[in-house]
């Protein structure tokens, strides 16, 4: 059993799988309590003992739905009202592969709600009372569809997109009040997600699926080195660096008084 330093408590949304399981194991290893959040509550409950076993750490569970309006109420309470959460990994999320024309709408729907309406009201309940510590940590999990949209379902893209920008966002507003915001843009990953969204990941080529471990590893290394957007499999830190600098190089050009001369359009202000 491990007992390193304290170092306050990290709820996880989606804990009970994949890419959320791995944080909880490294969260607690490096000295976290944990509040796990998804429905599966067994799930939930299994990874609680063997972790609280392995690290000694306390490991609570919460089983909630975060589609359902009372569920998500109560995880926001606690946000809220636990002055030891130091953390908030918004990792919850569902994606598709099936083209617009081949998708429910009632479906995309669900998923936008998971996606961003839910990591959005999450991130609001923890940022107050993370700036009201002057400290606190908000990981957004949002994946490299974010930036490649033609790559998957575009409804899934878009909410991961939002993700993407709602960070950046936060990152503007909340890095002088002493609160970190990461966004983490995994590529593919080895988890259920595939079977969840209609191709089993062994149908993928192999070269481009990171197994999760790796992936998690390499995001909270680039917590701990500072970065606000974290890509695990972007070989070269300067091709996101370049990208980001011609985003923000278009910023003076974007709102103007009049049209661009291309669409030649003669200006109301002359008549
Ligand atoms: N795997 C990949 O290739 C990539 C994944 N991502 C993102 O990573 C995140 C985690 O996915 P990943 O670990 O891969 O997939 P998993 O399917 O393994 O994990 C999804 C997690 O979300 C939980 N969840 C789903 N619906 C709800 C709900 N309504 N309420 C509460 N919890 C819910 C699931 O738990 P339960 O069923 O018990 O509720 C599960 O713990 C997602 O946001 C995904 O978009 C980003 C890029 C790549
Ligand atoms: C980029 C991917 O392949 C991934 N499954 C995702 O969820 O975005």
Known sequence: ????IHKGTALITGASSGIGAVYADRLARSGHDLILVARRADKLRALAQELTTRTGRSVETIAADLTRPEDLAKVEAVLKSDASI???VNNAGVGATAPLLQSDAVEMERMITLNVSVLTRLAYAAAPAFVARGNGTIINIAS???LAPE??????GGSKAFVL?????????????GVRVQAVLPGATATDFWDAAGMPVQHLPQEIVMPVQDMVDAALAGLAQGEAVTIPALPDIADWQ???NARKALGPSLSRSVPAKR???ASAKSH
């Not at 059993?1 to 390193?4: G, L, Q, V, Y």
């Not at 790559?151 to 899934?156: C, D, E, K, T």
């Not at 709602?166 to 503007?172: K, R």
């Open 1 to 4: 059993m491990t007992t390193p």
């Open 86 to 88: 130091t953390l908030l």
């Open 144 to 146: 490299v569809v974010a």
């Open 151 to 156: 790559l998957l379902n575009g409804v899934y």
């Open 165 to 177: 920008a709602f960070s950046q966002s936060l990152q503007h507003e909340l890095a002088d009040k």
């Open 242 to 244: 370049s990208y980001e």
């Open 263 to 265: 669409y030649a359009v």
